[in-house]
């Protein structure tokens, strides 16, 4: 069967007998049985085959002008191929009356980039402002849960060499030579703070001075509940877990609904524990082969509620 909301819905009020009488809706208590299905076995349902990062080109800026009332940077044409990240950042260089350093941009169109501070009143009106913009930093699909493995198309590439978040920001001011038996990456996790999505970056070190080597990366999907209560969860197609994600789905609601008969832990527990999950997790092993985790990859998490571990292996909502 297709699970969708509505089912969920339909599902506990069979299940209880009624409506849900904890103050919490179906739509939060679905998405609490998916988190906790993705995170209670390495599935291998949730495995992408290998996927293309966009990687971005250093751009560079000679003879830019700033207009201090809009803090634009403006350079007819500079911008054209550029596409911004969250919390990507300019680096002012030279320029009358700039104060040098790093600036977040904060949008842009093909000729103007609009920052977040002033580079200076005095630089208003200058017309010789240089800088770079390192495009060092890659964004990562939306719905990542755990990075299984990168590769590069450069064949004396070895892969990825992990950094802590204090190593990687050391590295910024020494920068370390460019080395191809390795690129130094870390893992940034940002939610906004006024809350929504979390985005996810990869920030890799050092800044190249020609081009980034293609990157590859397989990963594992992380739950994401869908926009209506009539469309599909992201369950396998073949239903192979509906009848599982159901089970949690209900123990979730009985837990909330009914907790002094027993607490959610320890029916989660014993679901885990179970011979019916370990049927289910066993017939999942035979569908993919899993390439393995990157050990000793790290994670910053950064914006309200997020900063939640540090410099452990990227699994989010462990």
């Not at 040098?100 to 904060?106: A, D, Q, R, V, W």
């Not at 191809?180 to 920030?203: C, D, K, M, W």
């Not at 990157?215 to 994401?224: Q, T």
Request: net charge negative; glycine share 10%.
């Amino acid at each position: 069967m297709t699970v969708t909301i509505e089912k969920c819905d339909a599902h506990i009020r069979h299940c209880l007998g009624g409506p849900q009488g904890a103050p919490i809706s179906t739509r939060e208590l679905s998405n609490m049985a998916g988190e906790w299905l993705f995170s209670a076995h390495k599935w291998n349902f949730n495995k992408t085959t290998s996927t293309l990062l966009a990687t971005r080109a250093e751009i560079t800026l000679s003879g830019a002008t700033w207009t201090d009332a809009t803090k634009t940077l403006t350079k007819t044409g500079a911008f054209t191929d550029y596409s911004r990240l969250d919390e990507d950042k300019v680096r002012i260089t030279a320029g009358t009356g700039a104060t040098l350093g790093e600036y977040e941009i904060t949008a842009n169109d093909a000729n103007t980039l609009t920052l977040a501070t002033s580079i200076g009143v005095a630089a208003d009106g200058q017309t010789d402002i240089e800088g770079a913009l390192a495009n060092n930093t890659i964004a990562l699909p939306s719905d990542l849960r755990h990075i299984i493995h990168i590769d590069t198309n450069d064949g004396t590439a070895e892969g990825f060499s992990w950094q802590s978040e204090g190593a990687f920001s050391n590295g910024r001011v020494g920068r370390w030579t460019w080395s191809f038996s390795a690129i130094h990456g870390v893992i940034v996790a940002t939610q906004p703070a006024a809350g929504g999505a979390i985005s996810y970056r990869l920030e890799i070190d050092p800044e190249q001075s020609g081009s980034i080597p293609t990157l590859y990366m397989r990963y594992s999907v992380g739950w994401r509940a869908p926009d209506k209560d009539t469309d599909a969860l992201p369950l396998p197609a073949d239903g192979s877990v509906d009848s599982l994600y159901v089970q949690a789905l209900l123990a979730h609601a009985e837990g909330y609904d009914r907790p002094e008969e027993m607490k959610l832990h320890e029916r989660l527990a014993e679901l885990r524990d179970s011979k019916y999950f370990k049927q289910i997790a066993s017939r999942d092993g035979t569908k993919k082969t899993s390439f393995g985790p990157v050990n000793g990859s790290g994670i910053v998490y950064r914006g309200s509620n997020y900063i939640r571990g540090r410099h452990r292996r990227f699994v989010q909502g462990d």
